[in-house]
């Protein structure tokens, strides 16, 4: 296949995302960022290395396929701005991205939100409209500003270019990992809200076990996965801290990856997550939001079984200082 040929499939919004789509993703986030750190944690009588993404410019994994998503955007496209539905990070990655190629960004997000996410989305440029989690559809919400305005619709997950930009993550941990210990990573823990980090970097790492772990109450792509089809979170689900992983039902661009991997999932408490947290503030120095501790709260509770080649995704850093104060004080 021709070079230009690749490029055409790579820019058809209807395809799947593909290995060749994530490694085109990395080489554009490496020019403009540089790879978070992969940090050593003794769990036990075990080293895991974490990947901090917690460290990026706005906080989280996000900024990576809202950097994707915008630069392939035309010119056209780019005049009549972009508008995005995020309970966050996602809304923050855009934003960023947005603003550094001069784009009109819209973010709908939900009333609840974190203050530090809505503060920050807005203090990148962003125009916020906020909605009612349970009462109403943002996918419906940005549907028609996108009818109205013409604005090109950048969903947090269900999206090609935004799966491959967030495996750009998956990429960066598995050169890193090699560089560090002589080997790819063979088991990968990930965070999952829509599964783009988690089909990213199963893309990027093709020969490792992927786990997704979602907070309690909230894992329909673990259960999606077990039962061989998409089911949405049960009625009345639980409250939850994990704002970031909130999401009522996956979308099969990344949930037909996950699957045809065998990919399976866990879940995790609250009190897990808060564990978690501490101990990447304590032995890692860095601050991890409570969707973004999922991961290591699952390898920590001994949900999943580690090996000297792990690597834990600490996918996000947003969280309200009063709530994380609280937290860490236990």
Known sequence: MTEQRLLERLLDPARKPTLAGVERAARKISDILPPTPLLPLEIGDKTILCKAECLQPIGAFKIRGGWHRLTDLDEQQRSRGVIAFSSGNHAQGVAWA????????????????????????????????????????????????????????????????????????????????IAQTGGEPDNIIVCCGGGGLATGTALANPNAKITVVEPEGWDDMARSLELGHIVPVKENPPATQCDALQTLEVSSITFDILYERGIHGVSV???????????????????????????????????????????????GGNVDAELFAKIISG
Request: proline share 4%; charged share 25%.
């Open 98 to 177: 947005a603003k550094r190629l001069g784009i009109a960004a819209t973010v709908v997000m939900p009333t609840d939100a974190p203050k530090a996410k809505m503060e920050n989305t807005k203090a990148l440029g962003a125009r916020v409209i906020t909605y009612d989690r349970l009462s109403e559809s943002r996918e419906n919400i940005a549907a028609k500003l996108s009818a109205e305005t013409g604005g090109t619709v950048v969903p947090s997950f269900d999206d090609p270019w935004v799966v491959e930009g967030q495996g750009s993550c998956g990429i960066e941990l598995r050169y890193q990992m």
């Open 269 to 315: 408490t609250q009190a897990e997550v808060h564990i978690a947290m501490r101990l990447a503030f304590e032995k890692l120095r860095v601050v991890v939001e409570p969707g973004g501790a999922v991961a290591l709260a699952a390898a920590i509770a001994g949900k999943i079984d580690t090996t000297t080649r792990t690597v834990v995704t600490l996918s």
